[in-house]
């Protein structure tokens, strides 16, 4: 089981440019989950997914937008790059019977 | 609504020595308590968890948390760290039979010198 990837790895963007970030998971995992990491302020919760065909927002959703695929995939739209999203993006995901998460080694984004 | 408090940003000990890394949270329902580690570069791996049961918790490289109900800790303790246990260190919790989500606290940097 190759588990969480995430892609890309690293991305450059200019602000106003949009992008997706790719997620997908291969443990038939039903809840999926974006976080965002930044400096001295450890993971944040942008959006999650609790079950295929449903979306909720966290604590930082303005500037994202999520499309639950199917259930192994879980994508993170930023339709118009800013600096301030410059960040580390991590997915997640866990079966509903368990409550450890599950994460991908991430994508850096970096906004010019 | 639940928040999670690791006060030190970072750690230096020396290799062999003892550690603890503190972990406060504040919630007015019970919760279940996670201790997550991110090697550099890497994503999130799953330390150590609290679910019920007893309050010590082992992970199998020799760390070890104990929930401390009155005080609202859950401390990570090793009595003698490696070299390789440099990393960062997340405390989170979640809210049982609830939205099932994380929440994280900031984060201690551990940095172990030889």
């Known amino acids: 089981n190759a588990g969480v990837t995430q892609t890309p790895k690293f991305q450059v963007l200019k602000t106003g440019q949009s992008m997706t970030l790719q997620c997908a998971q291969d443990m038939n995992h039903n809840s999926m989950y974006w976080y965002r990491q930044d400096p001295g302020m450890g993971l944040r919760l942008i959006y999650y997914s609790a079950s295929e065909g449903t979306t909720d927002k966290g604590e930082v959703p303005n500037g994202y937008n999520v499309s639950r695929l199917n259930k192994r995939e879980f994508s993170l739209r930023l339709e118009s790059a800013a600096p301030s999203q410059t960040s580390v993006y991590f997915c997640?995901?866990?079966?509903?019977?368990?409550?450890?998460?599950?994460f991908g080694p991430g994508t850096r984004l970096l906004v010019l | 609504a639940q928040s999670v408090t690791q006060l030190d940003s970072q750690v230096p000990v020396f290799e062999e020595a003892p550690v603890e890394l503190r972990c406060n949270y504040s919630?007015?329902?019970?919760?279940?308590l996670f201790w997550y580690v991110q090697y550099p570069n890497q994503g999130l791996q799953l330390l150590l968890k609290y679910l019920s049961g007893s309050t010590l918790v082992e992970s199998i490289n020799g760390f070890e948390a104990e929930f401390n109900k009155s005080q609202t800790s859950f401390h990570l303790r090793k009595p003698s760290v490696h070299i390789s246990d440099t990393a960062e260190y997340f405390c989170a919790v979640s809210v049982p039979r609830g939205t099932d989500k994380l929440i994280f606290g900031t984060g201690t940097r551990l940095q172990v010198f030889p």
């Open positions: 997640a995901s866990r079966t509903w019977n368990q409550e450890t998460q599950y």
């Open positions: 919630s007015s329902v019970s919760v279940y």
